[in-house]
């Protein structure tokens, strides 16, 4: 996890449950680990490769979870500590959003976490049908 202490703008690349890799966006200074699990994406453009990758599902369901959109767009831990202003991985704006558009919600899969579990800290918008899971 040394990429995480990295300076914001990098790819944090994890291999979890010995079976899903997950992408995650340091985002902080350097020293401070800061970084953004990236659940869900809403494929625009590549969907036939990534049904190659995932095999037979709705549109909706291939990058419907962070493990999900690691294999529907082959990201694995050769990617990890990728600057995001390379040309190997990169966050494209898709379009702009209004406040009104996002909600927030506590994570998912972190009860153990205490009061940390309560925190608002996951984002998604509104109605998306690609998110991964909408906790109450």
Known sequence: NEIAYAVGG???VFF???MYYQLNDVTGPADVPHVVLIRAVEPVEGIEIMRERRGPMKDRNLTSGPGK???AMNIDRTLN???LLGDRIWIEEFR???VKEIAEGKRIG?????EDAERL???WIKGNEFVSRVKP
């Open 121 to 123: 800290w996951r984002f």
């Open 81 to 83: 500590g990728e600057d």
């Open 110 to 114: 972190i009860d153990y976490a205490a």
């Open 16 to 18: 979890v449950y010995g």
């Open 10 to 12: 990098h790819v944090y």
């Open 69 to 71: 959109l690691c294999i």
């Open 96 to 98: 702009k959003l209004s």
